[in-house]
């Protein structure tokens, strides 16, 4: 540690340490908690960019985001109790997306802890299973070394969120002490044997099949990966909301196994003699709820590429397990040489399956006919036209997602940010993030009104801040997901799923953003040009509402039918 003999606050102590660790940005909800953390932001020149958001949720989920978008640690301030809970979804969602982040929450003083003064939670207990790490520092002394750990722990290995509890008088009081240097994410490589296995295996197969996913990814290692499948020639599907690994206009590209999957693509992985799983946990929504392979040992020859030792053989058994990170993974696979003395460039044993799988993929992807005047669709179809291929969709959890899951071509690294999580109200603030940090970039966020609704004060926040983004809000009257799974499950019981809502166009226009409502198909192409336009000109957000029939509940099937085909079920 470097020594310096100049007495500072523990705020001026640990903002100076996210200055070394490389922090740009940090999004808060202020509380006089952590005052002297605020001040000193204030007095660092302002080199962290403060974006002060309307409610906790937006700020976790906006430095998740950014998680997501750069492999740094995302980093939210919130006060003690309330600040905490709503700041919770936030170190869920990066827990389930291993997205590295960092929490800090302003803590009572230290001389009344134990007391339940007010506001006062005990942070270890509240967060310990979703966190990778929870800690409450005692002394500001401590800082440089324990904010040092929160990066490392938040970046190594499989990626996560901490959560770090700072007293008030840890934050006020003054001491003499030296900073840390900038943390160093710690990975495991493969070893050489293993990757020697691997290229063996793909060998000796008939019928591999990629299935990436989890987090951990870069740019780089998107492209070191890329160029492995390109060498080998191999299918590759994502998982779900991992669209964004692959290039979705890749030729070995095959759609995404994720809720409600093509079942031809079920049927290919299924089928593959060898799945090489690289990155994900194989979790339930990726797997078509545990059954997409045998548990625990599939049928399939298996190789399993995970960050974290724990998840290998956690519910799988792989012949061949891999510990490494995902850059490292990737760089060793993207120098694998394919068997052969010309290797396998131009044609596999598999070649006419990958061509097969694309093809299917791409049919796939075009919409049928649906009810009502507005055709999200042909919406989708409209967006994959004009949008650039950096273009940054964002979404939270609805049945209006699975349209843009389905019909959107992801442009590769960072195109997608969806919560694997399954958060509603994610969409919002990924979308103001991104925005943040890419403002050159086009970035869309898609929203159910139910969805939209969870965080839509965020609206204030991208005006603020200058955030040009485009919302599209998916209004359908409904929580249409959770009325699906009642016409499923209890047909023509409807209850607690309807909404009645306000004016979006006309909220959107008081927060200062562009409002308009579409109707029908043809009306969207131009409202979505005025929508972009006002974004780019205004630096301002603007919201199309976008009316669909209820009956259209997903791209494949009406409301009426589900409840139909329950009730011949006897269900209900
Ligand atoms: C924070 C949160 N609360 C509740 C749920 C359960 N849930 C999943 S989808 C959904 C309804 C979404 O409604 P909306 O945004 O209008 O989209 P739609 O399904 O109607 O397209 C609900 C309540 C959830 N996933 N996340
Ligand atoms: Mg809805």
Redesign the pocket.
């Known amino acids: 540690m470097a020594n310096t003999k100049t007495l500072r606050s523990g705020g001026e102590i640990l903002v100076e340490a996210l200055k070394i660790h490389g922090v740009e940005r940090v999004f808060c909800v202020p509380g006089e908690s952590f005052l002297a953390a605020i001040d000193a932001l204030a007095g660092a020149d302002r080199a962290i960019e403060t974006i002060v958001t309307r409610h906790e949720a937006g700020a976790a989920n906006m430095a998740e985001a950014y998680g997501k978008l750069t492999a740094k640690p995302g980093i939210c301030f919130v006060t003690r109790g309330p600040g905490a809970s709503h700041a919770a979804?936030g170190v869920h969602t990066a827990s389930q997306d291993s997205t590295p982040m960092i929490l800090f929450i302003g803590q009572v003083g230290s001389h009344m802890r134990q007391r339940e003064a007010w506001q006062e939670v005990d942070y270890p207990a509240m967060f310990g299973g979703m966190a990778k790490w929870v800690v409450e520092i005692d002394r500001p002394e401590r800082i440089p070394e324990l904010i040092s750990r929160a990066f490392h722990v938040a970046t190594s290995g499989r990626p996560g969120p901490v959560v770090v509890a700072l007293p008030e008088d840890v934050l006020s009081d003054e001491c003499e002490t030296g900073d840390a240097q900038a943390y160093r994410r710690v990975a495991a490589h493969p070893g050489a044997q293993d990757m020697a296995r691997l290229a063996a295996m793909i060998g000796e197969s008939a019928r591999p099949l990629v299935l990436v996913g989890g987090g951990g990814w870069t740019k780089a290692a998107c492209r070191d990966f890329a160029h492995f499948v390109e060498a080998f020639d191999l299918p590759v599907a994502a998982g779900f909301r991992r669209q964004d690994i692959l290039d979705n206009n890749h030729p070995n590209y095959i759609g995404h196994a994720g809720l409600g999957p093509s079942p031809k693509l079920v049927a290919r992985i299924r089928n593959a003699d060898l799945i090489i799983a690289v990155g994900g946990r194989l979790g339930e929504t990726t797997t078509n709820g545990y059954t997409m392979f045998d548990v625990p040992r599939p049928a399939q020859r298996f190789v399993h590429v995970h960050a974290d030792p724990n998840e290998l053989g956690r519910v799988y058994q792989a012949d061949l397990p891999i510990n490494a990170g995902m850059p490292e993974f990737a760089a060793a696979a993207a120098a694998l040489k394919p068997k052969g003395p010309t290797g396998w460039r131009t044609r596999t044993p598999w070649s006419d399956e990958v061509k097969a799988a694309r093809a299917a993929y791409e049919a796939d992807q075009t919409p049928g006919p649906m009810p009502g005047r507005l055709d999200l669709g042909a919406v989708m179809m409209h967006l994959r036209d004009v949008l650039p291929k950096d273009a940054i969709l964002a979404n939270?959890?609805?049945?209006?997602?699975?349209w843009v899951h389905k019909f959107h071509r992801y442009g590769g690294f960072r195109t997608q940010l969806a919560p694997t999580?399954?958060?509603?109200?994610y969409g919002l603030p990924a979308a103001i993030s991104a925005k943040l940090h890419h403002p050159d970039r086009e970035v869309i966020c898609f929203?159910?009104?139910?969805?939209?609704?969870?965080s839509g004060q965020e609206l204030a926040t991208a005006c603020q801040y200058k955030a040009g983004v485009v919302v599209l809000v998916?209004?359908?009257?409904?929580?249409?997901?959770?009325?699906?799974h009642q016409e499923r499950e209890y047909p023509g019981r409807v209850f607690a799923?309807t909404?009645e809502n306000p004016d979006f166009p006309a909220l959107a226009r008081a927060y200062g953003a562009f409002g308009e409502k579409v109707e029908e198909t043809a009306a969207f192409a131009d409202a979505f040009a005025r929508a972009r336009a006002f974004s780019v000109e205004q630096k301002k957000p603007a919201l199309l509402e976008l009316v669909i029939d209820?009956e259209a509940?997903t791209p494949s099937t009406t409301l009426t039918a589900l409840r139909e085909a329950a009730l011949k079920a006897g269900h209900g």
């Open positions: 979804i939270g959890a609805g049945n209006y997602a699975i999580s399954g958060a509603m109200g929203a159910g009104d139910g969805c939209f609704l969870m998916v209004n359908n009257n409904m929580y249409g997901s959770i009325r699906a799923t909404l209820p509940i």
